[in-house]
């Protein structure tokens, strides 16, 4: 018999997930871990706490990126939990009404799911016995027919994350980017971008050198609105405990390090902070795109 994890999030295989791409950092000293910490013993019941973050970017006069952060907490005994989504996305610069596609394709992927959950958040004592990959796969399938009708012949990336206590759901298409960041330097690609010079870089016939400055970097294989077959990247992970996951265009990704990214996120007073540092950091770099990011931490 399945247990009650795996009916909701399904089998997890290895050869499911995404490729990682680890950045080597410097570890923090355990002096350094503990001024990052929380100072507070324990807090209850376990929450999320979130920071969100945009611009227009230097070069562009109109956002074509959509963004979408929702956070509860469930509490009550052994009920207590912490639920959030969380989603970016991109509008496919050159194509009529990029803006129109990653909004609707953010809401309409947001209402599904919310919807889906609405019974369960109103009655906690009730078992979510669906899976919850399948229901991201529709709730993309829903974001797909959505785009399509709405602008048709435009498209977006979506990345999209889905926190239910411990547990970490990611749905994804296209380039925007999703992290996890570790507080002993680490830093996780959680996603696989859908673009060309990513799959040539994968066939080893160009440079990760290259691949960063190759003209067609911005051309995407896989995207919302175009085709009439999807094939989104879901899997499901472990939050990262004592990390941070960020949500990110490319906007953001394009220009600043991971390194940067991480030495960021720690060091800021509040994760607000860190969002307004990232993007400063982007924008002081050229803005030549538009600029979106989410973090959420774990606390409790």
Not at 150 to 172: E, K, Y
Request: hydrophobic share 40%; charged share 20%.
């Amino acid at each position: 018999m399945k247990s009650f994890w795996q009916k909701i999030f399904g089998r997890v295989s290895p050869k499911d997930e995404p490729e990682r791409a680890n950045v080597t950092t410097a570890p923090l000293t355990e002096l350094d871990l503990k001024s990052i910490q929380p100072k507070t013993l324990a807090i209850e019941p376990p929450q999320l706490i979130v920071g969100c973050g945009q611009s227009v970017g230097k070069q562009r006069d109109h956002n074509e990126d959509s963004i979408f952060a929702f956070t509860t907490t469930v509490g009550g005994g052994a009920q207590s939990q912490a639920l959030g989504l969380y989603i970016v996305a991109d509008g496919m610069g050159g194509h009529q009404y990029g803006e129109i596609a990653s909004e609707v394709a953010v809401r309409s992927m947001a209402s599904h799911l919310l919807r889906k959950f609405h019974p369960y958040l109103a009655h906690p004592s009730e078992s979510f016995d669906e899976p919850i990959q399948d229901v991201m796969r529709e709730a993309m399938n829903e974001a797909q027919r959505a785009v399509m009708k709405a602008a048709p012949g435009s498209g977006t990336t979506l990345t999209a994350a889905l926190i239910l206590g411990d547990h970490l759901t990611i749905a994804h298409v296209g380039d925007s980017r999703a992290y996890s960041i570790h507080l002993d330097g680490r830093v996780d690609t959680l996603t696989r971008d859908h673009s060309l010079v990513k799959r040539l870089e994968e066939l080893g016939q160009i440079s990760a050198d290259e691949a960063a400055t190759h003209p067609q970097r911005n051309v995407l294989y896989r995207a919302l609105g175009q085709g009439e077959i999807l094939e989104p990247d879901v899997y499901t992970a472990p939050f990262p405990q004592s990390g941070f996951l960020v949500l990110c265009s490319d906007g953001l990704w394009g220009l600043v390090t991971e390194r940067e990214i991480f030495r960021m996120i720690v060091e800021a007073p509040t994760l607000h902070h860190a969002c307004q540092e990232l993007i400063s950091t982007a924008n002081a770099a050229g803005g030549p795109d538009n600029i979106s990011v989410i973090i959420v931490q774990s606390v409790g």
